[in-house]
């Protein structure tokens, strides 16, 4: 199972990014997904899961400004990001739940990490 992070990038404050992750390979059922981020010198955070019938958690720091959301039939995973400050800096990846085969158990699988850089 391979996830790809893609779309973060350099963007001034108070600007958007969308970020996505599509999880591709040997995939029989997708369970929760989520995306985490890692800033300079930090521990790496929840930014915010979905299950897969769309219920939502988010970390106090970004609630009312990112939104998660997936596509199901797509295997694939956004990241709507708004109103961006300096402190969201960081690399942000994807992590997945899932099931290989119908035999198997569901495991945790993280993509590479897209960087996102706020700054003027």
């Known amino acids: 199972v391979q996830l790809q992070a893609s779309g973060g990038g350099l963007v001034q404050p108070g600007g958007s990014l969308r970020p996505s992750c599509a999880a591709s390979g040997s995939i029989f059922s997708i369970n929760d997904m989520g995306w985490y981020r890692q800033a300079p010198g930090k521990q790496r955070e929840l930014v915010a899961r979905?299950?897969?019938?769309?219920?939502?958690n988010y970390a106090d720091s970004v609630k009312g400004r990112f939104t998660i959301s997936r596509e199901n039939a797509k295997n694939t995973m956004y990241l709507q990001i708004n109103s961006l400050k300096p402190e969201d800096t960081a690399v942000y990846y994807c992590?997945?739940?899932?099931?290989?085969?119908?035999?198997?158990?569901?495991?945790?699988?993280w993509g590479q990490g897209t960087l996102v850089t706020v700054s003027s």
């Open positions: 979905i299950t897969t019938g769309g219920s939502t």
């Open positions: 992590n997945a739940n899932v099931k290989r085969t119908r035999f198997e158990v569901y495991r945790d699988f």
